[in-house]
């Protein structure tokens, strides 16, 4: 399951733009949502921080 690394993070919210399929949230801390997750892999591309692993 990807997990975002929030010292890497800047919120830029790119990864929650490209999600296909809308489980990527952003609140105060960007957040992956488990229950709609696919695993895909496309948060972990487009982000230009690196901060998305799999975990």
Excluded: H, Y
């Excluded at 010292?7 to 229950?35: Q, R």
């Amino acid at each position: 399951m990807p997990a975002v690394v929030t010292d890497e993070c800047d919120k830029c919210a790119v990864c929650v733009d490209e999600c296909p399929m809308g489980a990527i949230e952003f609140d105060e801390k960007v957040f992956v949502d488990e229950e709609i997750c696919t695993e895909c892999g496309t948060c972990i591309d487009v982000c230009p921080k690196d901060a998305i692993v799999m975990e």
